[in-house]
């Protein structure tokens, strides 16, 4: 991002400007094309990576193989048009019913997971936020769960829930987590939040420790004790952070399939997510629906992302902070600048540019 | 204003430009399948000669390295490169059917599982052999049954595998019962005079594999086979609503209900299944051959090492039906040297090769005189059990939608023996499936 969006030196010297405050947005002729031209590879890698496999994925969505063999026992290769007919599928029948309980799994896993993992990740982050002898070690052994492959996970977890396995031994219980049923919704939950709780414990903790000491300092003076430091300071200030971890556990929960899929197995209904669903019908060669699922997955993840961002006020890409920074005249925007230098990320870009109108 | 819109413009039209020309260049223009010149199957012949690739899942024992090893080194014009494909059955078939549909002449003879037969030859993925291309009258006819789609041979069987019944003779033994029983009535009865014993105590009766998984489709079969029904005719449509059906999956139903099974039955595949049957836990079990080996370890590791023997399933009057397991190899039709991809396959699946790779694999032969040569029964005990299992044995259902028919299996069947649907509801449920896939 940096590079590309860096005026180039030259352009600055060649085409001269009065001093003072400048718009965004307000370049000379020559700067702008030479921004497009810039940014025309990026574009176009997004475009070849991005765009096309998505157009590519609605439209297979609107084909069908035709069904039924000829009169030799072959199968037409003859995919025909069908419009949204796969779409509207998903709503009736067989179809529509596994659909549905996909939907319903996928958005369980999602909320139950995120909240947990959330809730422990803040406690792994405060602890891990003390000065205490051994804590590189313990940083690094929480750290572990995250770095096993999810694949492995769910067989180390299948290992541990399987019906003689030590689970139902510590419990003394029988309970059949890998059959159909509630267990194997708990199970799937238990080894995601194992999974993934250290890593919003580490982008927490990482937002905890640019939290200056002297604010704590002034809070003990003033008498804060440490629920009201923590509500009161540690809370709002990693809230930026947090939000951005939350966010990223809810667009990869929403895509759950490995964890499921070796830890319970496919076709299972109660832990069956879209994702789970869409390789199985392109496993059954259903290429259109199950481009229909995925278009589908698509549309509910970035919907999600785009509320959360919105109402949460998640700043993702730091884009609200550049926003406040153009609408402020030049000498507000310079002490804005110097204010969040510490904390956001400013680009470089900009940082020149309040430098250039100093 | 005007600035920042000509800024627009030009990034526009820079990026479309060298959008377009990267998707020229590139060569993926489109995605709409044209009308394939679609080659008359039948008319298909072998011609051209040169370096083939092998396309299989795994052979840890090395033994079809040696077959092909010898190949080339009689062919040096005509070299067998041998690709291997990841464990799961599930990826091979995604491989080899995506090689398939975009034509690719990278995987010339393809190891097919028993059950893609259908698929592959209706989709005209591999090509119909040569009426004498193998010697069908010699072999098993259940596996050429399996390679087998509407009348022509499109594979040549190449390894098989059956269902063995288990059973722990030390036992029946010792609760007076001469033979191992050979319906499930007689297991029934066995059972209770052997869970009866001091000996027996915490033992199940019987397990196969249920868990939601292509092992139910099996076990499913084989109790359908073996009370007489079927899942789908000869013609290919379902008969899943009939009386012998629905005593089949009573049969597993049942089972559950009374406790004949260990009720975690219901998470078991193979692995589970030899656990429980190697801890001494269960009297009677149904599983493949592979596993003899391992029950029959005498290094501390099995308890029923020497306790226990082997026969055919049972069935409701008789013997049970077993399924087919087992692979063929086929020919791909867009391979330039088909000459020397039939010329590899007849030398690889030959009674010879078979012979041959006997002494380093454990995978049963096609040829049914392999299983009783004195040699081999020394080495691998269960083979005359096996070929009795083998020459009653039928293969799962001949459909092209394969995938999506064991689906629909297993679907139902778990539903009927968790008791999630009574066998009627789901038994109808299921036919109206299959139905719907073979139409």
Not at chain 2, 108 to 124: G, I, Q, R, Y
Not at chain 2, 404 to 416: N, S
Request: net charge neutral.
């Amino acid at each position: 991002m940096t590079t590309t969006t860096a005026p180039p030196a030259g352009a600055q010297t060649g085409t001269p400007h009065a001093p003072g405050p400048r718009k965004r947005g307000h370049r000379s002729p020559g700067e702008g094309r030479m921004a497009a031209m810039l940014l025309s590879p990026t574009l176009l890698v997004l475009a070849l990576v991005i765009v096309y496999p998505l157009l590519s994925a609605v439209h297979q969505s609107l084909f069908r193989a035709e069904s039924g063999l000829d009169a030799d026992g072959f199968v037409s290769d003859v995919e025909s048009f069908v419009g949204l007919a796969n779409y509207a599928d998903l709503f009736v029948g067989e179809s529509g019913r596994r659909f549905l309980n996909a939907f319903a799994n996928t958005t369980f896993f999602t909320v139950t997971t995120v909240f947990l993992e959330t809730v422990l990740g803040l406690c792994l982050a405060l602890a891990m936020n003390r000065a205490f002898r051994g804590r590189p070690f313990l940083r690094a052994s929480i750290l572990v769960p995250w770095a096993v492959p999810t694949a492995v996970s769910g067989l180390l977890w299948r290992w541990i829930f399987q019906s003689d396995g030590i689970a139902n031994t510590l419990l003394g219980s029988e309970i059949l987590w890998t059959a159909e049923g509630n267990a194997s919704k708990l199970a799937v939950i238990i080894a995601e939040v194992w999974k993934t709780a250290p890593f919003i414990g580490l982008l927490v903790l990482a937002g905890m420790q640019v939290i200056p000491g002297e604010v704590y300092e002034a809070a003990r003076i003033d008498g804060a004790g440490w629920w009201r430091q923590l509500g009161s300071i540690t809370l709002p200030l990693v809230k930026p952070t947090l939000l951005v971890a939350v966010l990223f556990r809810m667009l990869d929960a929403l895509r759950m399939f490995d964890l499921p899929f070796v830890l319970i197995g496919p076709g299972k209904e109660s832990v069956e997510t879209l994702s789970m669903l869409a390789w199985d019908e392109s496993n059954q060669l259903r290429y259109g629906s199950a481009s229909a699922f995925a278009v589908m997955l698509f549309l509910y993840v970035a919907v999600v992302a785009i509320v959360f961002a919105k109402v949460l006020g998640a700043d993702v890409t730091g884009a609200k902070e550049l926003k406040l920074l153009s609408k402020k005249t030049a000498r507000k925007n310079r002490l804005a600048a110097n204010q969040t230098q510490a904390a956001a990320d400013l680009s470089n870009a900009d940082q020149k540019k309040a430098e250039a109108t100093r | 204003m005007r600035q920042r819109r000509r800024t627009w413009q030009t990034l526009l039209a820079t990026t479309a430009t060298l959008t377009v020309a990267a998707v020229a260049l590139t060569g993926c223009g489109g995605t709409a399948t044209e009308a394939k010149s679609t080659p008359k199957a039948a008319a298909a012949s072998f011609e051209g000669k040169g370096p083939i690739n092998y396309v299989s899942n795994r052979d840890a024992s090395g033994a079809a390295n040696k077959s092909i090893e010898e190949w080339n080194a009689a062919h040096p014009e005509e070299k067998v490169t041998f690709i291997e494909l990841p464990d799961s059955a599930d990826q091979q078939r995604q491989q080899l059917i995506q090689n398939a549909q975009i034509k690719s002449d990278t995987f010339s003879v393809l190891n097919l599982d028993v059950v893609w037969t259908s698929e592959f030859a209706a989709n005209k993925w591999i090509l119909p052999l040569p009426a004498d291309a193998v010697p069908t009258e010699k072999m098993i006819p259940a596996t050429v049954n399996a390679a087998t789609y509407r009348d022509s041979l499109v594979g040549a069987p190449y390894y098989t595998d059956g269902a063995l019944f288990y059973f722990r003779s030390d036992l029946l033994k010792a609760a007076g019962i001469a033979a191992p029983p050979k319906t499930w009535d007689e297991m029934k009865t066995a059972c209770k005079a052997i869970l009866a014993l001091p000996e027996a105590a915490g033992m199940s009766c019987y397990t196969g594999q249920f868990d939601k998984n292509e092992a139910l489709t099996v076990n499913f079969s084989e109790a359908v086979a073996s009370a007489g029904g079927s899942i789908v005719d000869a013609d290919g449509k379902p008969t899943v609503n009939t009386p012998e059906a629905k005593e089949g999956l009573n049969l597993l139903v049942n089972g559950f209900k009374d406790g004949m099974f260990p009720s975690d039955a219901i998470t078991y595949l193979e692995e589970q299944g030899r656990r429980a049957f190697q801890d001494g836990k269960l009297v009677f079990m149904r599983n493949w051959p592979f596993l003899h080996a391992s029950l029959s370890a005498t290094d501390g590791s099995s308890k029923v090492a020497g306790k226990f023997d082997i026969t055919s399933i049972p069935g409701t009057d008789g013997p049970g039906v077993s399924t087919l397991g087992g692979r063929s190899l086929a020919i791909s039709p867009f391979t330039p040297n088909k000459a020397t991809a039939l010329e590899f396959v007849k030398f690889f699946t030959s009674e010879e090769q078979a012979q041959k790779r006997l002494a380093l694999s454990s995978r049963a032969p096609v040829y049914a005189s392999l299983f009783e040569d004195p040699a081999v029964v020394a080495k691998r005990p269960f083979f005359p059990t096996l070929l009795t299992s083998l020459n009653n044995a039928q293969p799962r259902p001949k459909v092209v939608q394969y995938g999506a028919t064991t689906k629909a299996i297993q679907e139902e069947a778990y539903a009927a023996i968790t008791g999630a649907k009574d066998t009627d509801t789901a038994l109808n449920d299921m036919q109206a499936k299959l139905t719907e896939l073979t139409k």
